[in-house]
Structure formats: structure tokens, C-alpha cells
């Protein structure tokens, strides 16, 4: 039972971007993130979810010298599947800052927080899909339904500035997909498009027969906000016409809270069995030149309420 005196939509874990935690049968919460200096991997465990801002953290992989995975560690996940412990993050290279692909790594051995990690390289596409990870490719996460795994990871494509969308696959191994990619979405509406053109940071919630997909939008600053995609358990999840798009943001920035810039989330279950999204923002609204490279970006909680017809409710009250 958490203290009933936590404070929800306040900084929790200060300075940990796009904050993922992963709840195992072993009891344990593992905590993960992206920090200020882009440069590692770092991980927490603790058996109660809101104690984990006061756990040790440590560092379980640092980034190359040079070459792939030597710049921009992003955006972390960790994950058991297929009965093995992986981390998913995003890299690019020293002299190409800005090639960033989606990487891998997995445990030796049974216990992710003690037990070493070895490199498993780039994530590899289906043998007939010349597209997937080939540009600038990021945030994979994945999710299990019906047997089947699967990755959903952001893309860039296009000329100039280039658009990021959301793609599917299904998995074969945790390192590789067996089918080529789907178009999920693309940002289609004005709040997806503030400084760029941006779908990315997928993270998955299942609740009921219904699977709730959010995403974040628009450029890393004030304007960076949570859409949110539907789709039935039951349903061809490889048809891009059985997912339904939310036509506003299910969560974006309140100056009256001073949470400025709320994304790049994930979902958990806390020991009560309340559906919590863990996400980071701002706490204020004067960013100063590039927002990817200001530390301003908390990790913090909220509790989803459920509506009566079954959709979650993102609120920042309470």
C-alpha cells in the first residue's frame, strides 16, 4: 500500500527522460530511463513501485569510444520476453550524431539487476523488408497479445526535415521482426507538428479486450504532448484500419499545474492493481536553445482513472 500523502504529476525522479518501468513476476520494479548526458544505460529496482526514487541506481552499460552506439543513448526500456531479460535503447555515432538506430542488449544470466549484459546489436528487419531501421529509427517497445510479440518502433522518412511515424512488425526472436513494417500513424493534426513533424515514444496499455496505444508529439519542449491510438486485442493488428486515432491530445502541457512538455510514457501497475503512467515533463516553460539538450525533464506518476465506458482518463488532478 503506497503513502497516501505521494504526491502524483510532481517530479519524482529528477532529471530521467522517458522513463520506463517493468514490473516481473520475481516482484521486483525495474526502473530505466534516458539521462542529461546521453552516455548510459542505467537501472533500479525497488519492491515497492513509489519507493523507487530513493533506490540505487546503477549503471549496467556505457556507451563506444566511436562507431555505432558511441552518441545519444536514448530512451531505454527493459523487458522480459521470449524468456529473456533485454534492453531496448536508441544510439547514434560520434561522427554522425544524428544515425540513430534501435539496439539491444540482453542479460547472461537470470537476475537483469546483477547479472551482466551482453550487446546484441542493431535490431534486425524481416529478410524482404528493405525499409525498417534503415533511417532514423528509435523508441522500439513491445507488447505480447494472443501469443504473438510484437515491436512498434518511430521512423523518420522523407526529404528535408523528415517525418517520424509509428511502425508495427511481429517478432520472431526479441532481436528480430518476421514481418515487414505497418504504417501506424503519421502526425496527421496541428499538435503533432509543433518545431517537427513527430510520432514517437510508443508504450502500450491493455485493459479489458482493448489495447490503448500512446505515442508522443511534436518537437522535445513545451509543446510535446501524448496522442493515442485504439485497437481491439482481437483484431488484425497489422491492419492500419483497425486502430482508431484520437483527433486531440490525450495529455499535453498545463501552466496552472506548471507541467510543461508531458510524454514519452509507459504504463504499470501498482501493488493495489491501479494503472499508472509514468512519463516525463517540465516544470517550467522558458527552455533556453536546443529542449533535447535541457536536463528540465522529470520522471513522474499519474494515477489513470477509467471512464464509464471504459477509457482511460489522464488527469493531472489528484
Sequence with gaps: MHNANFKFNQPWINQRADPYIYFHSDGWYYFTASVPEYDR?????????YDLDKAEEITVW?????G???YHIWAPEIHFIMGKWVIYFSAGEKD??????????ECTGSNPYTDPWRERGMLRPAADDCFSFQGFSLDATVFSVRDEHY???AEKVGVGKQISNLYIGKMDTPFSLKTVQV???TPDYEWERFGLWVNEGPSVLIH????????????????YCIGMLTANIYADLLDPKVWKKSPVPVL??????????????????????????IYHARTTSHIVENPLYNPDRHAMLMKIKWSQNDQPVFSFEG
Design 41 to 49: 544505460i542505467i537501472l533500479r529496482r525497488s519492491r515497492d513501485l
Design 62 to 66: 556505457k556507451k563506444h569510444d566511436s
Design 68 to 70: 555505432p552506439m558511441s
Design 96 to 105: 554522425d550524431i544524428w544515425k540513430i538506430r534501435p539496439y539491444a542488449l
Design 151 to 153: 515491436l512498434i518502433w
Design 183 to 185: 504504417l501506424l500513424t
Design 208 to 223: 479489458n479486450q482493448t489495447i490503448y496505444l500512446t505515442y508522443s508529439a511534436s518537437d522535445t519542449g513545451i509543446h
Design 252 to 277: 499535453k502541457s498545463d501552466e496552472a499545474k506548471c507541467i510543461f512538455g508531458p510524454g514519452h510514457n509507459s504504463f504499470v501497475k501498482d501493488a493495489e492493481g491501479n494503472d499508472i503512467l
